[in-house]
């Protein structure tokens, strides 16, 4: 006899088929397989102590404060211990129950409805501007075209092209001069058929370059000001092109002066929110959500962010997360952009863990070689 202790990050789905479990048990099994803790804020005490012991009543926990059962005060935190099987039961038994807890189960289930997607797709960089933080991204006419192709056969999906720099401080671009950086890239991606080979996506928040872009072929518009604007909300209408929305507090201009949240899971959670409702009612289909690292946040921001990226997968929709070589790793591990890859793949690798798409990187061969060995570690079974 012997015995072997396996990770807990195993897909265990893969070793129940190699076990010849039955597809029923596959379910059952695979459901009491992962552990999902839940942070739930402000609960009255009430409903905290009726989940307490609706928890305890199926094998699972709620870690509450001391004083919770006497009611020492009105609202409490507390945290969810559970299994998705448990999950599954508490999302019906809480609908029953007073004090917020109908609240509670609704969301539970929107838990349970979130996947983590089965593919990551890798976003290349290419920057039209003299004054990008990563120079070895900066790339002017024609030139972009080697980078793009070199990108294409290095295993990205999509490549992200903008004229302006969006780092903290950057200057103010006048659009006539931002469309005049990007036009010579738009042109020879389509004289080159490159959009045959390769989705592309415009990094701007000017419909006078979003309009030029998408009528030059591009099918997805990154706007780091997460549809402010209503123009760029008509054009992705209009063109049935994905809008990526991206958080950022404040501008480039000053969003690194002291940012500061009182919840920021939370606050980007509604913005979210918001913005979601505002594209629908402009009629665009598809939306990528991007949480903005480094855009008005602090190191400590940046890493909860990307440590708890799951929970946005509830809203439905597709996670973009872009670390790559941002001086946030300078803080952890003191470095210049040209030598940040290593705390960029570590970033990127946690965020696809947890939920994440799309990578939007400025090193695609590295990201692919890492994705796959991830993807093989994933994979592999103890019966080889």
């Known amino acids: 006899m012997q015995l072997l202790k396996l990770s807990n990050s195993i897909d265990i789905k893969k070793y129940l088929i190699d076990l010849s479990v039955d597809s029923g048990g596959i379910q059952i099994l695979s459901s009491k397989a992962k552990t999902h803790i839940i942070y739930i804020k402000d609960l009255h005490v009430g409903g905290a102590n ?3 012991q609706d928890a305890l009543s199926i094998g699972a926990d709620l870690a509450v404060p001391r004083g919770t059962v006497v009611a020492k005060t009105p609202f409490v935190d507390c945290m969810l211990i559970v299994t998705t099987k448990q999950l599954q039961t508490l999302s019906r038994k809480e609908l ?3 004090f917020g ?4 189960a609704k969301k539970l289930k929107d838990i349970l409805m979130a996947k983590k997607p089965s593919n990551v797709q890798i976003m290349g960089v290419i920057n039209a501007n003299s004054n990008s933080f990563f120079s ?4 002017m006419g024609n030139r972009a075209v080697d980078t793009i192709e070199k990108m294409i056969e290095d ?3 999509i490549i992200d092209i903008g004229g302006v720099s969006s780092a903290p401080n950057s200057p103010l671009v006048d659009k006539d001069e931002e469309l005049r950086r990007v036009k010579p890239i738009l042109d020879a991606i389509k004289q080159n058929g490159l959009y045959e080979k390769v989705k592309f996506s415009i990094d701007s928040y000017e419909p006078l370059v979003v309009s030029y872009a998408l009528e030059s072929g591009f099918r997805i518009v990154n706007d780091i000001t997460g549809l402010a604007n209503d123009e760029i909300c008509k054009l992705c209408a209009s063109y049935d092109a994905t809008a990526v929305i991206m958080h950022m507090q404040n501008s480039p201009q000053n969003m690194q002066e002291n940012p500061k949240y009182e919840d920021i899971i939370s606050e980007i959670y509604s913005f979210f929110q918001s913005k979601l409702e505002k594209a629908d009612a402009f009629g665009i289909k598809d939306t990528l959500l991007d949480v903005g690292i480094g855009f008005g946040k602090t190191l400590e921001h940046n890493l909860v962010l990307v440590k708890h990226l799951e929970h946005y997968l509830t809203l439905q929709k597709p996670l973009l997360v872009g670390a790559s070589r941002k001086s946030m790793i300078d803080k952890i591990s003191s470095s210049l952009p040209q030598d940040r890859l290593g705390g960029t ?3 990127h690798l946690e965020a696809m863990k947890n939920g994440a798409s ?3 990187v400025h090193d695609v061969k590295e990201h692919t070689q890492a994705l796959s060995v991830q993807k093989a570690l994933d994979n592999i079974s103890i019966k080889g």
């Open 50 to 52: 009726i989940l307490k």
């Open 96 to 98: 029953a129950q007073p």
């Open 101 to 104: 807890l109908k609240d509670v």
């Open 136 to 139: 070895d991204s900066r790339f």
């Open 155 to 157: 295993g990205a999906d």
């Open 345 to 347: 793949l570590a970033l």
């Open 358 to 360: 799309i990578l939007r």
